[in-house]
């Protein structure tokens, strides 16, 4: 990774925990060959859809591909029984 | 037996309307109470606190909770908590409570925790004032929490946290953010004090199972990790069972 590039990781990264459209902190950031690729898991499509957002508007030059996924849930499972 | 529903990081938004609800409307069925591990909203606005008020409203099960950091990002973390007490939720921070459950008493202890890392690789009060400070705080959260622990005189005793106690549960983070998903001494004060269950969240990559040093099983309960509305633990096999109706008697020592 050249040097600008290291650091638009490092904003990128702050982008996306404090803008309150996303607030994540456990997005993975590579850029690379003018590409911006994200990815990691958030709750909702909307939120997918931020993350991509905030990336575009922090760095309009640089293509981005969302590989961001939305958490699905299953059923709660069976418990466990815990110091038994 | 009791039967402990938890769940953390939750991340509730304006755009997750309805999304725990229809799970946790059923709780009766499966747990006596519902333990929420921090992380309620995502940033911790006022829109955000009513978003979650939503999903909690009138569950069927007692629901005791403590705040995390996202919860603090909008600097007003008393208004998500006085959100949720308005709805009879239990907030605690530095705080306990006893519930009587299924014929049990079970005291917990609650508290946000803080960072600081683990042995090998911790931060000291040293240097700066501003490192001072952090580890202070984690100490002030630890000391709280082993006396907290100490006072409940109940069947069974539980810690309820935000940040990891143990590095046994972040496995599968980076190590370099080690450092700010738990602290030892959140773990010392476990082990000093005793505890039949100790929960937590923040480490969304991580591991759902640990144990601290002296043999206190910790269980990472972040939801993006154990993908599930909520996890179930039961305590004491062996005791009679009962009905998933609960009283609470709130206590908050000064320490």
């Known amino acids: 990774m050249n040097q600008e590039y290291q650091y638009l990781v490092g904003k990128l990264q702050e ?32 939120r997918r859809a931020n993350v991509g957002l905030v990336a575009h508007e922090l760095m309009p030059q640089l293509d981005v591909r969302n590989d961001i996924t939305v958490l699905e849930l299953s059923e709660s499972g069976k418990p466990e029984a815990v110091g038994d | 037996m009791i039967r402990i529903a938890a769940v953390g990081d939750i991340h509730v938004g304006e755009d997750t309307h309805g999304r725990l609800r229809p799970h946790w409307l059923t709780l009766d069925q499966h747990a006596d109470v519902l333990l929420l591990a ?11 606190a ?107 005793r539980v810690a309820l946290l935000h940040y990891a106690p143990v590095k046994d549960t972040l496995a599968g983070e980076r190590l370099e953010i080690h450092a700010f998903l738990g602290a030892y001494q959140l773990g010392e004060a476990l082990d000093s004090a005793g505890c039949d269950l100790a929960l937590h969240g923040h480490a969304h ?25 909520y996890a179930v633990y039961t305590l004491g096999g062996a005791k009679a069972g009962g009905s998933g109706a609960g009283r609470h008697q709130r206590e908050t020592l000064t320490t």
């Open chain 2, 38 to 48: 921090g992380d309620l909203t995502n940033v911790g606005s006022r829109k955000e």
């Open chain 2, 50 to 156: 009513d978003a979650l008020i939503e999903e909690v409203r009138d569950l069927p099960v007692p629901v005791v909770a403590v705040l995390g950091n996202h919860d603090y990002h909008c600097d007003n973390p008393l208004g998500v908590r006085h959100a949720l007490e308005a709805i009879g939720v239990i907030v605690l921070e530095g705080e306990t409570v006893t519930l009587e459950l299924a014929g049990c008493t079970v005291g917990i202890a609650g508290s946000k925790g803080f960072g600081g890392g683990f042995a090998g690789a911790c931060g000291h009060k040293f240097g700066e004032p501003e490192m001072k400070d952090f580890i202070r705080v984690t100490e002030e959260a630890s000391h709280r929490l082993e006396a907290n622990l100490r006072s409940l005189q109940t069947d069974y």
């Open chain 1, 15 to 46: 982008a996306l925990a404090c803008d309150a459209r996303v607030g994540a902190l456990d997005i993975k950031i590579t850029i690379a060959h003018g590409r911006v690729h994200l990815t990691g898991q958030v709750p909702t499509e909307e």
């Open chain 2, 205 to 229: 990559h991580g591991t759902e199972k640990g144990m601290t040093p002296g043999g206190i099983p910790v269980r990472n309960v972040a939801m993006p990790l154990i993908k599930r509305p």
